[in-house]
């Protein structure tokens, strides 16, 4: 029998917003005018509790396209469902993407909602050879989203170019508004990138989980074994068991202690002494998920 609630009464309260992310929201809010046209990404496995509302408001009436990255690691079968919901909370343009593999067609995707979006009206195709102005295009949302991975994306696209912007598994890796970087000669299109903003208050224990879950967090400052025991209910929710096979446990099971030492058993993690490491195990359960090895789940309700 597996748990229909998790107990969050081990978690207290998280926030996580140092200086740079505070500074980063001035700057950022100074240099929207500049912009024709805004991409807010955020993570396709929590795509309402996952964005921040403080960002949300600041982008109100911005010309903008609204980017669910890491598809991939989402259940397919909400998505319809997910992007009906944000279509009747007025988003206008919403764009699903996998940016870890080179040339997906989501980067297509993501270039022609640009164009019908960006406030450069007589720009109407990519393929367009007039001199025209540049299209300047910023990008933002929540840390460890994927936000420098789509930069890199475009200009592996569109400029035949490679890594621009930093990357990495960590949340905070861009920690302040970048300088012009080039996605694009034909239409010439530019892209700043800025650091992530974490909401400065999070609501609940729940949210504060589902980000820790999906690294937006730094993983001590929830604790890895409470996250691991978050992504186990949600794997045995979902019915998502492919981590009995990955780490050859003999099922399915609900206890954390117990999946933690049998998979300590099996990587053979032990402290000094012989005692199994408990943490290794629990960092190793929860960058298995992170990287979609344990399936694909969307851990938002899509009618949220």
Excluded at 88 to 106: A, D, I, W
Excluded at 147 to 160: F, G
Excluded at 272 to 280: A, I, L, N, V, W
Aim: aromatic share 6%; net charge positive; hydrophobic share 35%.
């Amino acid at each position: 029998m597996f748990r229909k609630h998790f107990v969050f009464s081990n978690l207290t309260c998280v926030n996580w917003f140092p200086g740079h992310m505070a500074k980063g929201m001035r700057d950022l809010g100074r240099k929207l005018r500049f912009c024709d046209c805004i991409i807010e990404v955020h993570d396709a496995r929590i795509p309402f509790s996952g964005r921040n509302p403080n960002l949300s408001a600041l982008l109100s009436g911005r010309p903008k396209v609204l980017v669910l990255n890491k598809v991939d690691q989402a259940d397919s079968s909400t998505t319809g469902e997910v992007l009906d919901t944000l279509t009747k909370k007025g988003e206008r343009e919403v764009v699903f993407t996998n940016c870890k593999e080179q040339y997906h067609t989501s980067v297509e995707q993501l270039m022609a909602a640009i164009l019908r979006t960006a406030d450069r009206p007589e720009q109407s195709s990519i393929n367009s050879s007039d001199e025209e102005e540049d299209v300047r295009l910023m990008v933002v949302g929540m840390p460890n989203v994927g936000k420098s991975s789509l930069i890199n994306s475009l200009r592996r696209k569109y400029l035949k170019k490679g890594k621009a912007a930093l990357v990495g598994k960590l949340p905070g890796i861009t920690r302040s508004v970048t300088t012009r970087i080039m996605i694009s000669n034909n239409p010439a299109m530019y892209v700043v990138d800025t650091p992530g903003v974490m909401i400065p208050n999070i609501p609940n224990s729940e949210v504060a989980l589902k980000l820790a879950a999906t690294g937006m967090f730094r993983d001590h400052q929830v604790g890895e074994q409470l996250i691991a025991d978050y992504v186990l209910f949600q794997l045995n929710k979902n019915k998502q068991f492919e981590y009995v096979r990955v780490y050859d446990l003999p099922g399915p099971c609900d206890d954390i202690e117990v999946v933690l030492g049998q998979m300590a058993t099996r990587l053979g993690a032990q402290r000094k002494g012989g005692e199994q490491d408990m943490e290794r195990a629990a960092r190793h359960l929860i960058s298995s998920y992170r990287d979609g090895r344990l399936g694909n789940m969307t851990l938002d309700s899509w009618n949220s």
